[in-house]
């Protein structure tokens, strides 16, 4: 639908399960010629190195464009100040978006979002409609009856297009182990250091030391999850095939955000709020 009614569409690709998925879908779709379509990662600079590895050696593997816009190159534009050195630039990845937006005039962007992950993603539709300063508004969405989808917008407007958007955590572990794809090593169990802040555990890295009076544990853990360092934490886990994920995924009663991501237990805008300024 995106391929057939917008002119200049565009693929995030993060190196993540879900936009792993994505790949795949997009070439069911559309190989054995290219995709349509060029890929697009907004890098915070602070992204796991093997997530980073891996999203260039796919993208290589297909042959396929891939676009990368940084969170560093907003700040030194001076379209991001950070409140102090340590912020997290997740949220800001929003401003880096809408710039490459904008740079490229892309009229759809589609992703790996998914309902379950957030309770704002679920007042979302399959097509997200966003103003020409890419704001959200959950009370002007439009219909999507008997799988219909209206990707009409204006100069400047653009889709933000959710293909898998009704799919689960446990959903998108059984299609990467139908499919039999590659993913980066840190979705499995390994051994790494650790603090514990409140329910979560936090991994200690340069960009997120140990501070004083912090107890680091070596634990065996994987990540749910992965995105910017300083927000994306790993749980504990002995699963290190695709089949253990499963069994554990399934078995889970926490949701994959609710225990990974750090910055939504302290941030202090809601993801609603962040997604009418321009947030995925």
Same mark, same amino acid.
């Given at each position: 639908?995106?391929?057939g009614?917008?002119?200049?569409?565009?693929l995030?690709?993060?190196?993540?399960?879900?936009?792993?998925?994505?790949?795949?879908?997009?070439?069911k779709a #559309?190989?054995p010629?290219?995709?349509?379509f060029?890929?697009?990662?907004?890098d915070?600079?602070?992204?796991?190195?093997?997530?980073?590895?891996f999203r260039?050696?796919?993208?290589a593997?297909?042959?396929?464009r891939l676009?990368?816009?940084?969170?560093?190159?907003?700040?030194?534009?001076?379209?991001?100040?950070?409140?102090?050195?340590?912020?997290?630039?997740n949220?800001?990845?929003?401003?880096?978006?809408?710039?490459?937006?904008?740079?490229?005039?892309?009229?759809?962007?589609?992703?790996?979002?998914?309902?379950?992950?957030?309770?704002?993603?679920?007042?979302?539709?399959?097509?997200s #409609?966003?103003? @020409?300063?890419?704001?959200? /508004?959950?009370?002007?969405?439009r219909?999507?009856?008997? !799988?219909?989808?209206?990707?009409?917008?204006?100069?400047?407007?653009?889709i933000?297009?959710?293909?898998i958007?009704?799919w689960?955590?446990?959903?998108?572990w059984?299609?990467?182990?139908?499919?039999?794809?590659e993913?980066p090593?840190?979705?499995?169990?390994?051994t790494?250091?650790?603090?514990?802040?409140?329910d979560?555990?936090?991994?200690?890295t !340069?960009?997120t030391?140990?501070?004083p009076?912090?107890?680091? @544990?070596?634990?065996r853990?994987? #990540?749910r999850?992965?995105?910017d360092?300083?927000?994306?934490?790993?749980?504990?886990? /002995?699963a !290190?095939?695709?089949?253990g994920?499963i069994?554990?995924?399934?078995?889970t009663?926490?949701?994959?955000?609710?225990?990974?991501?750090?910055?939504?237990?302290t941030?202090?805008?809601?993801?609603?709020?962040?997604?009418?300024?321009?947030? #995925?």
């Amino acid at each position: 639908e995106v391929a057939g009614q917008c002119a200049n569409p565009v693929l995030l690709f993060s190196g993540g399960k879900d936009s792993i998925c994505m790949l795949r879908i997009a070439e069911k779709a #559309f190989r054995p010629g290219r995709f349509p379509f060029p890929l697009l990662h907004v890098d915070t600079g602070h992204n796991y190195p093997e997530v980073i590895a891996f999203r260039d050696k796919r993208a290589a593997e297909l042959g396929e464009r891939l676009i990368v816009r940084s969170v560093e190159d907003s700040m030194k534009r001076g379209t991001v100040v950070l409140k102090h050195p340590t912020e997290s630039r997740n949220k800001h990845q929003s401003v880096t978006l809408l710039e490459a937006i904008a740079e490229f005039e892309f009229d759809a962007c589609i992703g790996g979002a998914r309902r379950d992950e957030e309770k704002a993603r679920a007042k979302e539709r399959i097509f997200s #409609f966003r103003d @020409e300063f890419g704001g959200w /508004d959950p009370k002007n969405q439009r219909p999507e009856l008997w !799988d219909l989808y209206n990707a009409r917008s204006h100069k400047g407007e653009n889709i933000r297009a959710f293909p898998i958007s009704n799919w689960t955590e446990l959903d998108v572990w059984q299609y990467i182990e139908r499919e039999g794809l590659e993913l980066p090593s840190i979705y499995f169990a390994h051994t790494r250091p650790v603090v514990r802040k409140g329910d979560m555990l936090q991994p200690v890295t !340069d960009l997120t030391p140990a501070k004083p009076g912090d107890i680091v @544990e070596e634990l065996r853990v994987r #990540f749910r999850t992965v995105g910017d360092i300083t927000c994306t934490a790993p749980v504990e886990s /002995d699963a !290190d095939s695709v089949a253990g994920i499963i069994v554990e995924t399934a078995e889970t009663t926490v949701t994959e955000r609710g225990a990974t991501r750090l910055d939504d237990q302290t941030s202090d805008a809601s993801m609603e709020q962040r997604k009418k300024e321009g947030y #995925f």
